[in-house]
């Protein structure tokens, strides 16, 4: 079966890894690719490492009115940049929006993919999660679910490699002289993440997310997220595993690890590592989670969520081992 796929956003770096990964997918067919500053130029000139039945695509500028004939639109496009367009998308094309324009908006489902695939499963407009959220939302899951932490009072302090910020344009702040030897705050207080993280762990819990905090940071490394998170809660460290082990039972991309997790076991895959430690004197949990930012935070989990929607295997082009060293 070929199921006719398109990206647009493909010269960002969630679009390119979405291409990457679609290339060798069993059943998807790239066959449009849509970019701003890019239109016009084949896929190879702007990778020339693709695949040469991908090498002559080439693309195109983004217009929801010309699409070709699809079945999956995977969109990756800059916060406040999708949401006009993908409105003016015909109804039976399905879209997965590896952007931010769409979370928690009625008529999408959020793409949790891990957490909730049957309610995923069947859907036409998915929205996928943050990376910042996909590290911290999986390992806190098992835990709000569980009642084993308070939901009011989290403390998430996230470490991103600098493609987390996107290929963007000529800001210097993610430049190597700026980034290299450095480790940046940002988003303090009011990070566009914040609310579908709230949102989340209401709905994991029943509770109120009123005290959560996140501070993400900027280290100078390529890929990868590592989010630890600061709970309040009277578990064990073996009950938090536990937890974990049985609300992940049976996913196949969730570890379940006892060793803190490390950014590079995720690198080049779709998997998400969780740990815990705890202090039940204390009254204190922490919780770990780690992802690559450009797969199961962004195209790793949006291929996830398209294989949901179009009722094939969840793991299929996804079941590749991760890139080591």
Same mark, same amino acid.
């Given at each position: 079966?070929?199921?006719?796929?398109?990206?647009?956003?493909?010269?960002?770096?969630?679009?390119?890894?979405?291409?990457?990964?679609?290339?060798?997918?069993?059943?998807?067919?790239? +066959?449009?690719?849509?970019?701003?500053?890019?239109?016009?130029?084949?896929?190879? @000139?702007?990778?020339?490492?693709? *695949?040469? &039945?991908?090498? %002559?695509? +080439?693309?195109?500028?983004? @217009?929801?009115? =010309? !699409?070709? &004939?699809?079945?999956?639109?995977?969109?990756?496009?800059?916060?406040?940049?999708?949401?006009?367009?993908?409105? #003016?998308?015909?109804?039976?094309?399905?879209? +997965?929006?590896?952007?931010? @324009?769409?979370?928690?908006?009625?008529?999408?489902?959020y793409g949790l993919a891990?957490?909730?695939?049957?309610?995923?499963?069947?859907?036409? #407009?998915?929205?996928?999660?943050?990376?910042? *959220?996909?590290?911290?939302?999986?390992a806190l899951a098992p835990?709000?679910? $569980?009642? !084993?932490?308070?939901?009011?009072?989290?403390?998430?302090?996230?470490?991103?490699?600098?493609?987390?910020?996107? #290929?963007?344009?000529?800001?210097?702040?993610?430049?190597?002289?700026?980034?290299?030897?450095?480790?940046?705050?940002?988003?303090? !207080?009011?990070?566009?993440?914040?609310?579908?993280?709230?949102?989340?762990? %209401?709905?994991?819990?029943?509770?109120?997310?009123?005290?959560?905090?996140?501070?993400?940071?900027?280290?100078?490394?390529?890929?990868?997220?590592?989010?630890?998170?600061?709970?309040?809660?009277?578990?064990?460290?073996?009950?938090?595993?536990?937890?974990?082990? $049985?609300?992940?039972?049976? #996913?196949?991309?969730?570890?379940? =690890?006892?060793?803190?997790?490390? =950014? &590079?076991?995720?690198?080049?895959?779709?998997?998400?590592?969780?740990?815990?430690?705890?202090?039940?004197?204390?009254?204190?949990?922490?919780?770990?989670?780690?992802? @690559?930012?450009?797969?199961?935070?962004?195209?790793?989990?949006?291929?996830? $969520?398209?294989?949901?929607?179009c009722g094939l295997p %969840?793991?299929?082009?996804?079941?590749?081992?991760? +890139?080591?060293?």
């Open positions: 079966m070929s199921i006719r796929v398109g990206i647009v956003g493909i010269s960002g770096f969630g679009g390119g890894e979405a291409m990457r990964l679609i290339a060798s997918h069993p059943s998807f067919e790239l +066959v449009y690719a849509a970019g701003e500053g890019s239109a016009g130029s084949r896929l190879v @000139d702007r990778f020339p490492g693709v *695949p040469t &039945k991908l090498a %002559e695509l +080439v693309i195109e500028k983004w @217009d929801p009115l =010309t !699409l070709p &004939k699809l079945d999956v639109l995977f969109a990756s496009l800059p916060t406040g940049a999708s949401a006009e367009a993908l409105a #003016r998308v015909p109804r039976d094309v399905k879209i +997965v929006d590896i952007g931010g @324009d769409h979370r928690y908006v009625e008529d999408w489902a891990d957490v909730w695939p049957a309610q995923i499963a069947g859907q036409t #407009r998915v929205a996928n999660p943050g990376c910042f *959220p996909a590290a911290t939302l999986t835990l709000l679910a $569980n009642k !084993l932490i308070e939901p009011g009072n989290i403390i998430v302090d996230a470490k991103t490699g600098i493609s987390g910020a996107g #290929r963007g344009g000529a800001d210097s702040r993610f430049g190597y002289a700026e980034s290299n030897e450095n480790l940046v705050p940002y988003g303090l !207080l009011k990070h566009t993440h914040m609310p579908e993280m709230a949102q989340t762990i %209401e709905r994991l819990s029943g509770g109120s997310a009123a005290g959560l905090v996140f501070t993400p940071h900027l280290v100078p490394m390529t890929r990868g997220v590592l989010a630890t998170m600061y709970c309040r809660g009277r578990a064990t460290t073996d009950q938090c595993l536990d937890a974990a082990r $049985n609300f992940y039972a049976g #996913r196949a991309f969730v570890r379940v =690890t006892e060793k803190p997790p490390q =950014t &590079k076991w995720a690198t080049g895959s779709n998997l998400a590592f969780v740990s815990y430690a705890a202090d039940p004197e204390r009254n204190l949990v922490i919780a770990m989670g780690v992802v @690559d930012n450009l797969g199961k935070g962004a195209a790793g989990q949006a291929v996830q $969520n398209a294989n949901l929607i %969840e793991t299929a082009g996804l079941d590749g081992a991760t +890139v080591w060293p």
